[in-house]
């Protein structure tokens, strides 16, 4: 049974940082591909970053040059490190992995940067 657990979310101060993180159990975590999402309050849920099997990274527009994504294959865990908050980075965050064409997703993890 795939299983993906988000925690690491919180309160933040404009500016400050924040790492989430997202242990998957129940796949062969250093095969896939891992994602990570956000979806604010009325808005639709929106991609966020994205890393590779071998490592290679790719992000959104506006996280580019702020957010970090890595992964701990010995762990089986994502990580989100968060720097230079906004509060327009309040949302959701969500890791996604997609398993022979399946989506599978965590609970999320509220994330809040305000004064």
């Known amino acids: 049974q795939v299983q993906l657990v988000e925690s690491g979310g919180g309160l933040v101060q404009p500016g400050g940082s924040l790492r989430l993180s997202c242990a998957a159990s129940g796949i062969s975590f250093s095969r896939y591909i891992m994602d990570w999402y956000r979806q604010a309050p009325g808005k639709q849920r929106e991609w966020v970053a994205t890393i590779t099997s071998t490592s290679s990274t790719n992000y959104a527009d506006s996280v580019k040059g702020r957010f970090t994504i890595s992964r701990d294959n010995g762990k089986n865990t994502v990580y989100l490190q968060m720097n230079s908050l906004k509060p327009e980075d309040t949302a959701v965050y969500y890791c996604?992995?997609?398993?022979?064409?399946?989506?599978?997703w965590g609970q999320g993890t509220q994330v809040t940067v305000s004064i």
């Open positions: 996604k992995a997609v398993i022979a064409l399946t989506q599978y």
